[in-house]
């Protein structure tokens, strides 16, 4: 299992050497630059300003620049903020994205996987139809226009909770924003568990638990969940890129102090080196989290092995 | 003899999106203790269907009207924790297809200890023992090993064996056993058969082989029933039923029996068309269409299992005073 893990760390390097590519690229295409103004500089000074950052090389020796100081872990200052390096920003973002997105990701599996199993034990009842509806219209909803309604019931009409901010970290400050990123993703696993679950209950085993007289509770946590649990798992995956993707929403949208805003920010600042950083930082969390998937894949299903024999 | 199971006017029907079907039709019969009973049909006579009634192991959309008893025990709408009693301890099945019967997310162990655990109260390691012990008797080789495997990593006969030491752990009265062999090779049916012939001899308990392998009943049993479109259309010993059948149904299937002395150029005998679809059963007889003899009478009503002689059944007009 390790020398797969590592084998699978080191297939990444590649992809994100490409990442990093299309990303350099593709920010400079945007038009603009980190140091335009409404107000024209004085050539001179632009001069200097664009030397001090390497940005009057030709881009083929930025891009080699650039990567040379990755490869040594060196990400660059920010354009904008110029007592901060990246990695500074990311890393004062961190507390506030980790929350968020760990937060919303464990209540979207919680959540997610008791509506579905539920929803799946008692099919075609009244339950069964709420749960899907809601959860459908969980789906419906995009996250941009959930937000601002949550925002508009809780925190204007009802005053319940703070609109947006991140008040020092204060728990009531974190409700909104999280149920906004874990919505969709709960709404989704719940389809997902309710599907695979009724399908895993109409296999020729469960039948086998339920003639050997087991009870209830054991047929289905025991012989059942297991088997419906697995595209659940293989969907965490690309459930932690859509939590990252709708962070970057849901912090711009609640002023919430994390890493996504930083990169809305860079991106329209034109902050190239911020907006690289975050990138690469969300790519290589996305391909961690894909392999610890796997990995845990591994544990659930016995058939599949990652040692070579 | 006292029975062990005892079914009356069971009817079973699941409801569809095309309509209700009619998989069991006013079945009655008994089971004896320690005999072993053969029940034959194609797919669809219902004769599976007629004992997932009984043990509450129907798909969601089937419901079971009549009666079911185990030792005098209503099972049908029995609560839920004394049903599992009697699947558990007091009634055995297992199942067409070893290769999804087992759960392969599972240890093999995991799936047998807990069996002992929840009826027997048996601790883990008792209920290991005990394992080893069932596995030893079926016959499978290396059963420690065995133990502590998933079920993927054993074939399709040993999957099978598992299923019957399993099923014999809490030494059941009945056991039932569902097309038992129809997955397996060849060789392997043999073997299984064998084992489930010796468990026949060993053991103090009933058998009933859910099986359309004619010679497997010849082999195995003593009593047969014979289902279509989910009646007992004949019933009797086994010897009877063979050489005096008195259903043409169970005729048909004799003499479509592949032959090992027949001639070679001679074609293998058929019964004609289909089995009648079950949302529409004809009014009368649904055998009636296939049957070279039907007449008017076998259109007005479905013929009555009527006794021939003590133990000897047949729902035919043919037999009736015309």
């Known amino acids: 299992m390790l020398a797969y893990a590592l084998r699978r760390l080191l297939v990444a390097v590649p992809t994100l050497f490409i990442i990093v590519t299309i990303a350099f690229f593709m920010i400079r295409i945007a038009p603009g630059g980190p140091f335009d103004r409404e107000r024209a500089i004085p050539p001179e000074i632009e001069k200097n300003i664009l030397a001090a950052y390497d940005l009057d090389l030709p881009l083929w020796q930025q891009y080699l620049k650039y990567v040379g100081g990755v490869l040594q872990g060196d990400f660059g200052p920010s354009y904008k903020y110029r007592d901060f390096t990246v990695l500074d920003l990311i890393a004062s973002g961190l507390p506030a994205s980790l929350q968020l997105g760990g937060i919303a990701i464990v209540l979207a599996v ?51 909770l703070p609109v947006a901010g991140w008040g020092d970290g204060a728990l009531a400050n974190k409700i909104l924003p999280v149920i906004a990123l874990a919505l969709p993703q709960i709404a989704y696993i719940a389809r997902l568990t309710r599907g695979s679950m009724i399908e895993t209950l109409s296999q020729n085993y469960v039948r086998t638990a339920r003639a050997k007289g087991l009870r209830e509770r054991i047929v289905i946590v025991r012989h059942a969940l297991r088997g419906a649990l697995l595209p659940v798992v293989s969907y965490l995956g690309p459930a932690t890129a859509q939590i990252i993707t709708g962070s970057v929403v849901i912090e711009t949208i609640f002023d919430f102090p994390g890493i996504g805003r930083h990169f809305v920010q860079g991106a329209l600042n034109r902050d190239y080196t911020v907006v690289m950083g975050v990138m690469i930082f969300y790519a290589t969390l996305i391909i961690l989290f894909n392999l610890l998937v796997d990995l845990a894949y591994a544990l659930l299903d016995p058939k599949v092995k990652y040692e070579q024999r | 003899m006292a029975s062990v199971l005892t079914v009356n006017a069971l009817n079973t029907r699941f409801s569809t999106p095309e309509g209700a079907v009619s998989a069991v039709n006013d079945v009655t019969f008994s089971v004896d203790a320690r005999e072993s009973v053969g029940v034959v049909g194609e797919s669809g006579s219902g004769k599976s269907q007629v004992f997932m ?17 185990y030792a005098g025990d209503e099972m049908l709408g029995m609560p839920e924790t004394q049903l599992n009693r009697i699947r558990g301890v007091h009634i ?168 090992v002395d027949a001639a070679g150029d001679e074609a293998l005998a058929t019964i004609q068309g289909q089995p009648p679809n079950l949302q529409r059963l ?34 035919c007009y043919r037999d009736a005073p015309r």
């Open chain 1, 110 to 160: 919680l959540f997610g996987i008791t509506a579905g199993t539920f929803a799946a034990l008692s099919q075609n009842s009244r339950y069964d139809y709420l749960i899907m509806a809601g959860a459908m219209t969980g789906i419906a909803i995009p996250n941009f226009v959930m937000a601002p309604l949550l925002t508009l019931v809780f925190g204007v009409y009802l005053s319940l």
């Open chain 2, 53 to 69: 009634s009984a043990l509450g192991l129907l798909a969601k959309n089937g419901q079971a009207h009549g009666s079911v008893q």
């Open chain 2, 282 to 315: 004809p009014r009368g007889c649904a055998f009636s269409e296939r049957c070279p003899l039907a007449w008017e009478r076998c259109d007005e009503a479905p013929p009555p299992l009527r006794e021939l002689a003590s133990g000897r059944y047949s729902a």
């Open chain 2, 92 to 259: 055995g099945m297992i199942f067409q297809d070893p290769m999804t019967s087992l759960n392969p997310y599972l240890r093999v162990v995991r799936q047998m200890t807990e069996v002992l655990v929840e009826h027997k109260g048996s601790t883990e390691q008792d209920a290991r023992a005990k394992s080893l012990q069932a596995l030893e008797s079926v016959g499978i080789p290396d059963p420690a090993k065995r133990l502590d495997q998933y079920p993927y990593e054993l074939s399709g006969g040993m999957r099978q064996r598992v299923m019957i030491a399993m099923a014999l752990l809490c030494e059941p009265q009945l056991l039932i056993a569902d097309e038992p062999t129809t997955a397996l090779d060849v060789t392997v049916q043999a073997q299984i058969l064998e084992l489930l012939a010796d468990l026949k001899r060993h053991h103090d308990m009933a058998i009933v082989l859910i099986t359309h392998d004619l010679g497997v009943v010849a082999g195995l049993c003593d009593r047969v029933l014979v289902m279509y479109a989910g009646r007992i259309v004949e019933q009797g010993t086994v010897r009877d039923v063979f050489y005096d059948p008195r259903h043409p149904y169970t005729l048909g299937l004799l003499e479509s029996m592949p032959r």
